[in-house]
């Protein structure tokens, strides 16, 4: 199956730094990724779409200025959380659509990324 | 109203019991239907799609029910190992985005 790598697994840092999270899909091409972001005890919340070679599409309530995403390639996204605050950590997850490895729209996930913000 | 609901739990079942868990969602144009598994501080696992005519994989049924716009799940002969979060996963028509609901606590207890 598809198998997409998420780096790093686990970050810790102070308040104010920025935080760069990347996502990669490793045996197939993806022209599109999802960024979700859960909180303990929540489901995912999708917080935007990282289209390669234009811009990210944030749903609504998502700080574009704040989530900087880029998908410079087809097989990269990256998320950088600027400015990190504690109420930013969470676990970040990324997904990417299995398009013709997958028979049925089904997402290939990232194995997250735990982000503390002291 | 959530776009996609589900009972959040837990469910607390003995080893050997059958549970169910329903969906339900609001977008009634909504394409696919997916149940995912996860682990407590892992990502979401794919157990199965679910197709109009439902669909069986081992101990695990799948149910849609477009009428009424609901998913079940079904799980007979519970594990240990089946205790997670199982959560309901549908997509709007058109889109390859993924709406969560809010998931199901499952623990089976010995």
């Known amino acids: 199956g598809a198998v997409v790598s998420q780096h790093p697994s686990r970050v810790i840092c102070k308040s104010g730094t920025s935080v760069k999270i990347e996502c990669r899909s490793l045996?197939?091409?993806?022209?599109?990724m999802f960024w979700y972001r859960q909180f303990p005890k929540k489901s995912l919340m999708l917080m935007a779409t990282?289209?390669?070679?234009?811009?990210?599409?944030?749903e609504q309530g998502v700080e574009k200025d704040k989530f900087l995403i880029n998908h410079a390639s087809l097989t990269l996204s990256t998320l950088t959380v600027t400015s990190a605050h504690p109420e930013d950590s969470s676990f970040y997850i990324c997904?990417?659509?299995?398009?013709?490895?997958?028979?049925?729209?089904?997402?290939?996930f990232g194995p997250g990324t735990r982000l503390t913000v002291l | 109203r959530k776009e996609v609901e589900q009972d959040p739990g837990p469910f607390n079942v003995p080893e050997g019991a059958t549970v169910a868990f329903n969906c339900t969602y609001s977008n009634s144009a909504s394409q696919s239907f997916f149940w995912y598994r996860q682990d407590c501080r892992k990502e979401p696992k794919l157990l199965m799609s679910v197709y109009s005519s439902g669909n069986e994989d081992g101990r695990f049924t799948a149910q849609l029910n477009r009428a009424s716009q609901y998913i079940s799940l079904l799980i007979r002969d519970s594990k240990l190992s089946d205790s997670a979060t199982y959560l309901c996963?549908?997509?709007?028509?058109?889109?390859?985005?993924?709406?969560f609901g809010t998931g199901t606590r499952l623990k089976v207890l010995a």
């Open positions: 990282s289209n390669e070679g234009s811009k990210a599409t944030y």
């Open positions: 045996d197939f091409q993806a022209t599109t």
């Open positions: 996963v549908v997509t709007p028509s058109g889109t390859y985005k993924y709406i």
């Open positions: 997904s990417a659509p299995g398009g013709g490895i997958s028979s049925y729209n089904e997402q290939f």
